[in-house]
């Protein structure tokens, strides 16, 4: 339900209840960092073929990382309302384990806004390249878990996610 007179105080909502991006051009350029991670499950038959580099579409963990670095660099034009950020850094690390692929971002930035949001980007595209590429193989694929477990900069601070559990 809107709120036309935007009573709630949501940032993303002006005074008639449509939908803005909101103004940080007040607020000061701080050093931010956050990390994602996630997981992409994958049957052994998959995972065996990606550790012999035997897929048909090519090296898949290597095409994976540089399709999530460059969907990171484009967050502003796939999510509504996300400020351009310069990203400083982004790293996607991607790990094979006995049930799948354990993935993790990190990203940072001197803005005035977060990376928390590229971070998710990045490891949603990372694996769903995963996924497309060997679902030749096998369909049953499955992106879960996509989370952001840290972030620091800002008004807010530090944060860290309370659970650090993650799937297998």
């Known amino acids: 339900m809107t709120d036309p007179a935007n009573t709630h105080g949501l940032s993303h909502l002006d005074e008639h209840g449509s939908a803005k991006m909101v103004d940080v051009g007040d607020k000061p350029a701080t050093a931010r960092f956050a990390a994602a991670e996630g997981f992409v499950r994958l049957a052994p038959a998959v995972l065996d073929a990606i550790r012999g580099n035997a897929v048909a579409k090519g090296p898949v963990l290597e095409t994976a990382r540089l ?3 460059l969907a990171a660099k484009r967050t502003d034009e796939l999510i509504p309302l996300c400020h351009t950020l310069p990203l400083d850094r982004l790293d996607i690390h991607l790990t094979l384990t006995d049930t799948g692929v354990r993935m993790r971002a990190e990203a940072s930035t001197t803005s005035k806004t977060g990376v928390e949001i590229e971070t998710l980007v990045a490891l949603s595209i990372a694996g769903t390249t995963i996924i497309d590429m060997t679902k030749s193989l096998d369909r ?8 952001v477990v840290e972030k620091s900069g800002g008004r807010s601070g530090h944060w860290t996610h309370p659970s650090q559990e993650m799937s297998p």
Do not use: F, K, P
């Open 67 to 69: 399709a999530g670095i």
């Open 140 to 147: 049953t694929g499955c992106l879960e878990s996509i989370r």
